[in-house]
């Protein structure tokens, strides 16, 4: 009888004991996942900009090698300075398309965010790990250049090519992007602004070309 009663107490105490671990790790599964679902409606948004870049670009523009869209297609000026300075902005819309859509054949881990967009949740862990890739991202470099490069012998023409790209240059110093603890809602801004300011340049191209073809 004693020996029963050991054996019910010792069941009971493993029961509770298992109810116990079960909890701590059910409340710590829900404690630290974020739910991202209405954040990821912001996709649309960013969707929308990546096609129009996509239709733009390939519009004016011609395969090169391994590039799709490599250079203006059909396309000299007198000014070869624009010309070039027009092409330069070409491969950098290209790269930055490709590093947001890359499946990692080009790029490792390109654009990690989008594992995300058909998530319920996030970890705590996994968005400190998202905010360190983004962080490290170097799309929007690139544009960083058009200010010490000769741009054309217009003062006009230069100065445009200055608003447009400066605009990157400018968002990329907003504190939104130099917050190294960003949630979730803020990464996913972040990109729709990137996006949608290169489909700007790639808009500019096209206006560019059809103006002087």
């Known amino acids: 009888m004693k020996r029963?009663?050991?054996?019910?107490?010792?069941?009971?105490?493993?029961?509770?004991?298992?109810?116990?671990?079960?909890?701590?790790?059910?409340?710590?599964?829900?404690?630290?996942?974020?739910?991202?679902?209405?954040?990821?409606?912001?996709?649309?948004?960013?969707?929308?900009?990546?096609?129009?870049?996509?239709?733009?670009?390939?519009?004016?523009?011609?395969a090169d090698g391994d590039f799709e869209w490599g250079s203006l297609k059909d396309f000299e000026i007198e000014d070869k300075d624009y010309e070039k300075t027009l092409n330069?902005?070409?491969?950098?819309?290209?790269?930055?398309?490709?590093?947001?859509?890359?499946?990692?054949?080009?790029?490792t881990n390109a654009n990690p965010i989008r594992e995300y967009r058909n998530k319920k949740t996030i970890t705590k862990t996994e968005l400190k790990e998202l905010n360190y890739s983004i962080d490290n991202e170097k799309c929007f470099n690139m544009f960083t250049q058009y200010n010490s490069l000769f741009i054309s012998h217009s003062e006009e023409l230069t100065n445009e090519v200055y608003n447009i790209t400066n605009k990157i240059i400018d968002l990329k110093a907003n504190d939104l992007f130099s917050n190294h603890e960003a949630t979730y809602e803020e990464l996913l801004l972040r990109k729709i602004l990137e996006v949608h300011l290169v489909e700007d340049v790639s808009e500019y191209l096209v206006k560019e070309y059809d103006r002087l073809k």
Request: hydrophobic share 40%; glycine share 6%.
């Open 4 to 62: 029963k009663k050991k054996v019910i107490i010792i069941g009971i105490g493993i029961i509770v004991l298992l109810s116990s671990i079960l909890s701590i790790v059910i409340y710590n599964a829900n404690y630290n996942s974020i739910d991202i679902q209405q954040a990821n409606k912001g996709w649309t948004i960013y969707d929308k900009s990546i096609t129009n870049i996509k239709e733009n670009m390939s519009i004016i523009t011609e």
């Open 88 to 107: 330069s902005l070409v491969a950098s819309v290209r790269m930055c398309y490709l590093s947001y859509t890359d499946d990692g054949t080009l790029y």
